[in-house]
């Protein structure tokens, strides 16, 4: 009766050589040879077998050992062999590669999880496997106390290491333990499979909006649970997923893209959502064109919205306009956006004195020459004092598909430039406040950014098409130092069956995790829908009240330019703001 393994030491104790030697087992039930005997053995010779005892189910198993040597099996031994199930497993990892159980189907019930214990240092995103699944059931039950996404932790030469168990690892039938660090993927967020991600945007109770498209769910915006499962309270239903999705602070949502209708009701390329999905119909800004591609509220409550269009409201309005929170338009705003053809608006951010940064794919702003990139004011007049110029390859556009605006002004640009005022920027950039280049922050990327976020500890998170930056290994997504040199101990592994690989939204969440949306199969190993959560460096969000209010993020928390505070006294049903800052 033994735990998980026991040798026995087999010994020639006559004169002439013991040959054909063999062991087999009959009615396994759990146990296994891992070692056999040698074939042969000399007069006075020994050899080793060693035999495993891993059961995949709870309970007393019996098995029997068989020893034969000679010619005809003149030699046989039986020896009884008997283990109970559910003693403690206690895997053990030689290297990275090892896979500890492979087999058809697996059981996990009733069985305690004893130590881990390593025999290398694991690297940042190490993903081991304990057990491998080679049939098309998945893994039955949870060791005891070891749900999905709980933890595991173990010490190698001094030094500490937590991993995350999986169920859902590899094929998505494997049991996997993956490295504890930023850019790891939270094995415990399991949205739908079959989801294809246009966009995403995290509310305030930690639930997710995302546009994308299913077979069984539709096209359009779902909303997904913290744990990544379906929440089916809200849905809105258009032709296309939106391109962008901006929550606002009454907890409506805009939805802008290439749709034409919103839950049956016209609506070109532009909306506006109640919390549960339904449409808020006096809302109807009248785009006519292709698509709005972003929305931006700014400090002033209005809300401007860029992209390809021509009208709204029955104004004339080429890609770039100011409305109301109602959606009427502000006739007091004009900015036309202009290239050879229609010029695109991709990226809108505000500054904290209220001038607002467009990027796009573009050559004129109001009659003024802009190279794919502005400043205006909120009445839409060119700062004539900014004026970058982005240029590219003739195999290659310089549009700006997105902005970020730092705490100190600077501002980051990500597209597909490859030179910014005459200096080599590969489709990222840093400008000072006043549209000259930072020349100490000069990143490479091998394709095209498409997103951009900021933690409060300065580190810039960087999504979109690339497959490498700096010429490392990130594909889709990677973490910069406040210079511009690449995060080296960021760097989860998105892959895809597919040539064709993306990530289009990398939003920063309120505990500073990230939620990643595109075009992937995979993160680190584990095969997941195209939208998955990546835990991150440690973060702390802290508010002291005493003779003033101080709101507090560190860590991995995403940088915020401006906030306010607001205070309910009727169980969160009506928010008064009683504080704001930059």
């Not at 020459?369 to 195999?395: K, M, Q, Y």
Request: charged share 15%; proline share 5%.
């Amino acid at each position: 009766n033994f735990a998980r393994s026991i040798s026995l030491l087999v010994t020639n104790t006559g004169l002439p050589d013991l040959n054909a030697v063999s062991a087999t087992i009959n009615g396994s039930s759990g146990f296994s040879i891992s070692r056999n005997p040698a074939g042969s053995i000399p007069p006075l010779g020994t050899s080793v077998l060693t035999i495993e005892f891993l059961p995949t189910t709870i309970g007393n198993r019996s098995a029997e050992l068989n020893i034969t040597a000679g010619e005809g099996n003149a030699l046989s031994i039986s020896i009884p062999l008997a283990g109970t199930g559910a003693a403690d497993f206690s895997p053990t990892f030689a290297t990275p590669q090892d896979i500890l159980i492979s087999q058809g189907n697996f059981e996990a019930t009733g069985i305690a999880f004893g130590n881990l214990n390593l025999e290398f240092a694991p690297q940042p995103g190490s993903v081991l496997t304990l057990v491998e699944v080679t049939g098309e059931e998945p893994i039955q039950g949870r060791f005891d106390g070891l749900p999905d996404g709980s933890r595991v932790g173990t010490v190698f030469n001094g030094v500490s290491y937590d991993f995350v168990i999986g169920y859902h690892g590899g094929s998505g039938n494997d049991l996997i333990l993956t490295l504890v660090g930023p850019g790891v993927i939270d094995a415990g967020f399991h949205p739908p499979a079959g989801l294809s991600v246009y966009s995403s945007a995290a509310q305030r109770d930690g639930k997710i909006l995302v546009g994308c498209s299913h077979p069984d769910l539709g096209v359009g915006v779902i909303r997904l649970n913290r744990d990544g499962s379906h929440d089916p309270s809200f849905k809105a239903v258009l032709e296309s997923p939106p391109e962008c999705i901006t929550l606002l602070d009454d907890d409506t949502i805009l939805i802008s893209g290439y749709f034409n209708t919103v839950n049956g009701v016209a609506r070109n390329a532009l909306a506006k959502l109640r919390p549960d999905g339904s449409l808020v119909e006096s809302f109807n800004a009248r785009v006519v064109g292709t698509a709005v591609y972003r929305t931006l509220p700014l400090q002033n409550g209005k809300i401007l919205i860029g992209g390809y269009f021509t009208s709204v409201g029955g104004l004339s309005r080429a890609s770039l306009a100011l409305l109301g929170s109602d959606g009427v338009v502000d006739t007091g705003f004009t900015a036309n956006i202009l290239s050879i053809s229609q010029g695109w608006v991709y990226a809108l951010s505000q500054q904290q004195e209220g001038k607002i940064i467009v990027g796009g794919a573009f050559s004129s702003v109001r009659g003024v020459t802009r190279h794919h990139l502005a400043r205006i004011s909120e009445t839409g007049a060119v700062d004539l004092t900014f004026n970058p110029v982005l240029a590219a390859s003739s195999s290659n556009n310089a549009g700006v598909s997105c902005t970020l605006i730092q705490p100190d002004g600077k501002i980051i640009i990500g597209g597909r430039f490859l030179d910014v005022s005459g200096v080599p920027r590969h489709r990222l950039a840093r400008l000072n406040q006043d549209g000259t280049l930072d020349l100490g922050f000069a990143p490479k990327a091998d394709e095209a950014v498409v997103c951009l976020g900021m933690q409060a500890d300065g580190r810039i998170l960087v999504a979109g098409l690339f497959n490498t930056i700096e010429g490392a290994k990130r594909r889709g997504i990677a973490r910069l130092h406040s210079d511009g040199s690449l995060d080296a101990g960021f760097a989860p592994a998105t892959d895809s069956s597919s040539a064709f690989m993306r990530v289009v939204s990398a939003e920063i969440l309120h505990d500073g995790n990230v939620i990643l949306g595109g075009a992937f199969g995979s993160v680190s190993g584990v095969a997941i829908s195209p939208i998955a959560k990546l835990r991150n460096d440690p973060s702390e969000l802290s508010l002291e009240v005493e003779e003033e209010l101080r709101w507090l993020g560190t860590g991995s928390v995403p940088e915020l330019l401006s906030t306010h505070l607001e205070m309910s006294e009727d169980g969160g049903r009506t928010w008064t703001v009683i504080a704001a800052g930059n």
